[in-house]
């Protein structure tokens, strides 16, 4: 609901909402017109950053034995994460990767809860070039780890060639080669992005439809109150899915991990 506020100052409802609304203008005076370079979307992804290394820096700079309030809710998201993805996806070797799940899950979950933070109200994810680079980065791991554990061609070995019998592979390795080098990124990114844009469209729609409805008659006034208890309702429905997919992203991302360290197929 970025636009949102803006045009609802200036007296003006643009509804129904459109992907221009997620296409913000440039936060700093100075550039060419219609400048994108540093955006509110930028600023947002800046701000998780450092909210980020503030808060563990902060949180472990002096550990104690008995933990701080904060050491507990930074040690308990670690845990979480080590215990109940690193660990269950991938043995006892997902310990290692514990600290980049970590990094991945707290990143996405604070960047998608901007969606429903007043003032910021959009998630940087909801534009497909961050669901993306966070994909790439994940399939560049999965794909590192894969070949440092088995060697370059045991690696594509395991990851093309099912036990099956000769005489199919050749039909299976196409579709093996697509699935796991093509599919798993596009739709790591596109779950992630998918989900993000379609919830803030959702509270777009209400938000604006409930102002629209008002604007044009006031015998909608009622219906316009419905329209803006559905948007509380589905910003409820919207943290659900907002934990729900910093959660998947980070499980399948260890998946991943797990099979290119797996020995057979």
Same mark, same amino acid.
């Given at each position: 609901?970025?636009?949102?506020?803006?045009?609802?100052?200036?007296?003006?409802?643009?509804?129904? /909402?459109?992907?221009?609304?997620? @296409?913000?203008? *440039? =936060?700093?005076?100075?550039?060419?017109?219609?400048? @994108?370079?540093?955006?509110? $979307?930028?600023?947002? %992804?800046?701000?998780?950053?450092?909210?980020?290394?503030?808060?563990?820096?902060?949180?472990?700079?002096?550990?104690?034995?008995?933990?701080?309030?904060?050491?507990?809710?930074?040690? *308990?998201?670690?845990?979480?994460?080590?215990?109940?993805?690193?660990?269950?996806?991938?043995?006892?070797?997902?310990?290692? !990767?514990?600290?980049?799940? #970590?990094?991945?899950?707290?990143?996405?979950?604070?960047?998608?809860?901007?969606? $429903?933070?007043?003032? !910021?109200? =959009?998630? /940087?994810?909801?534009?497909?070039?961050?669901?993306? !680079?966070?994909?790439? $980065? *994940?399939?560049?791991?999965?794909?590192?780890?894969? &070949?440092?554990?088995?060697?370059? %061609?045991?690696?594509?070995?395991?990851?093309?060639?099912?036990?099956?019998?000769?005489?199919?592979?050749?039909?299976? =390795?196409? =579709?093996?080669?697509?699935? #796991?080098?093509?599919?798993?990124?596009? *739709?790591?990114?596109?779950?992630?992005?998918?989900?993000?844009?379609?919830?803030?469209?959702?509270?777009?729609?209400?938000?604006?439809?409930?102002?629209?409805?008002?604007?044009?008659?006031?015998?909608?006034? /009622? &219906?316009?109150?419905?329209?803006?208890?559905?948007? $509380?309702?589905?910003?409820?429905?919207?943290?659900?899915?907002?934990?729900?997919?910093?959660?998947?992203?980070?499980?399948?991302?260890?998946?991943? %991990?797990?099979?290119?360290?797996?020995?057979?197929?």
């Amino acid at each position: 609901m970025n636009g949102a506020s803006n045009v609802l100052a200036q007296g003006e409802v643009n509804f129904p /909402p459109s992907v221009e609304d997620f @296409y913000l203008p *440039s =936060i700093v005076p100075w550039g060419a017109h219609n400048n @994108y370079w540093f955006t509110k $979307i930028t600023f947002m %992804v800046w701000l998780a950053v450092g909210i980020l290394i503030l808060f563990f820096l902060l949180s472990y700079r002096n550990p104690k034995l008995v933990p701080t309030k904060k050491q507990w809710l930074a040690e *308990s998201i670690y845990g979480f994460v080590r215990n109940n993805i690193a660990v269950d996806m991938i043995g006892h070797a997902g310990v290692r !990767f514990a600290p980049y799940f #970590t990094t991945l899950f707290c990143f996405v979950l604070l960047t998608n809860f901007f969606a $429903i933070v007043p003032l !910021f109200q =959009i998630s /940087p994810n909801s534009h497909i070039a961050f669901p993306a !680079f966070l994909a790439l $980065i *994940s399939y560049v791991l999965f794909n590192y780890v894969g &070949i440092k554990q088995h060697g370059f %061609v045991k690696y594509f070995k395991n990851a093309l060639v099912p036990p099956a019998p000769w005489y199919i592979l050749p039909l299976l =390795i196409p =579709i093996e080669a697509f699935s #796991t080098f093509l599919v798993r990124p596009f *739709s790591l990114a596109v779950r992630l992005f998918a989900n993000m844009f379609a919830g803030h469209m959702l509270l777009l729609v209400f938000t604006l439809g409930g102002f629209a409805m008002l604007n044009a008659n006031a015998l909608l006034a /009622p &219906i316009s109150v419905v329209s803006w208890l559905m948007t $509380i309702a589905l910003t409820f429905l919207e943290f659900l899915v907002i934990v729900l997919q910093a959660y998947v992203f980070t499980v399948l991302t260890a998946s991943y %991990v797990q099979g290119a360290l797996a020995e057979e197929h």
